[in-house]
């Protein structure tokens, strides 16, 4: 390896960066790219994911069909088409540089069983230790609109805190996020890092493609789920994937300030060690310059392992309303008593999620 230490990398790939919007060929030369750029944090001794998007798009490619259809069904049809024609391409072209891989597909009804979490988290990580780069997906032939994560930002965030991986590299059609539309506005300005997500201002009108399910809404939501899990997060062009071992990041897993010279969310900034992913060969005149992108760092206090399964991987069967005594309680990790409790909303079972909410101040939390 080439660096201080091996760090745990998942690169997220949408459908528009992996099939054209209007033919659903695939992009092979962004695709050989990923691949490359994998193999090579790979040699250098990083253990490397890829959730790759795209099932649907190459089911259309298959079966000649031109617009991505409505109904759930030819949906879900189209995507186990797709999900082995995909496979097949990255099998494919990680053979040609003996690079091992493995597909593991997912839903959120997964994520929220406790024993499946920890049996993925297992897998996951044995593949990882074997030298394998896994390719992870949603199951879109399976998942209906209850057991779904919407998209693959929400799933890479979620898979990167499941295996504590240090960055997640969001690979979409725009360099960065701009504080206004820079399509529209002349005058934008790039936003190079994110310290404080809550206090984010950024334009965000950017949607998916006709294809595809996220936008760069998502890709902020899944940047504050894995920040909050200690991952630092990258937004960057996808058309040039070779920009990852090129982005200066922190050399600490927990946050430092960055330096001074980018533009940031955050005021009066100090200095922070960073490097990219790769160093050039001795002798080389100088590093190439930094790509432009958006790096979010993450939080001080991550909130990993059980805790983050908890907040992000469970959906709440039902309200428990609990007084101000027993929030106060609650607050102090105290047990919750039936005395404390106001009103139920909902059915919901033992072991089974559901949220508490205190009316007095309107403060709801997550319990299982």
Not at 175 to 194: F, G, M, Q, S
Not at 205 to 226: D, Q
């Amino acid at each position: 390896m080439r660096g201080p230490r091996p760090l745990g990398v998942v690169i997220k790939l949408g459908t528009s960066s992996i099939v054209d919007e209007k033919t659903h060929e695939p992009l092979l030369s962004i695709l050989t790219s990923i691949v490359e750029t994998a193999v090579k944090l790979r040699k250098d001794g990083h253990k490397v994911i890829i959730v790759s998007s795209g099932a649907i798009g190459v089911g259309l490619r298959r079966m000649d069909v031109e617009k991505r259809p409505k109904h759930l069904s030819k949906l879900q049809a189209l995507a186990a088409i797709g999900q082995c024609r995909l496979m097949s391409l990255w099998d494919s072209l990680f053979n040609h540089l003996r690079q091992p891989i493995a597909q593991i597909l997912l839903t959120r009804s997964d994520i929220a069983d406790r024993s499946r979490y920890l049996n993925a988290q297992r897998t996951i990580s044995e593949l990882l230790d074997m030298g394998v780069i896994p390719i992870v997906n949603e199951n879109d032939t399976l998942a209906v609109s209850e057991i779904k994560f919407g998209d693959n930002d929400t799933l890479s965030a979620v898979t990167a805190a499941m295996v504590h991986a240090d960055l997640l590299f969001l690979m979409t059609d725009v360099d960065c996020l701009y504080d206004k539309n820079p399509r529209t506005n002349p005058d934008a300005h790039p936003i190079e890092v994110v310290e404080d997500i809550s206090a984010l201002v950024a334009d965000v009108s950017t949607a998916g493609s006709s294809l595809g399910t996220g936008g760069m809404s998502t890709k902020i939501v899944a940047a504050r789920l894995a920040t909050s899990a200690g991952v630092t997060t990258v937004i960057t062009r996808s058309s040039n994937p070779g920009n990852i071992v090129n982005i200066p990041l922190p050399l600490a897993r927990h946050p430092q300030s960055p330096s001074p010279s980018e533009n940031h969310h955050h005021p009066n900034p100090s200095p922070a060690p960073s490097q990219p992913l790769r160093h050039l060969p001795a002798g080389t005149p100088s590093q190439p310059p930094t790509p432009l992108h958006t790096r979010f760092l993450p939080s001080p206090h991550p909130v990993r392992d059980r805790y983050f399964w908890i907040l992000h991987g469970l959906r709440p069967h039902g309200t428990i309303y609990i007084d101000q005594g027993a929030y106060k309680a609650l607050l102090g990790k105290a047990g919750l008593l039936p005395v404390g409790v106001v009103d139920v909303d909902g059915n919901f079972a033992q072991q089974e999620a559901r949220a508490e909410e205190n009316r007095g101040c309107g403060v709801a939390r997550w319990k299982w």
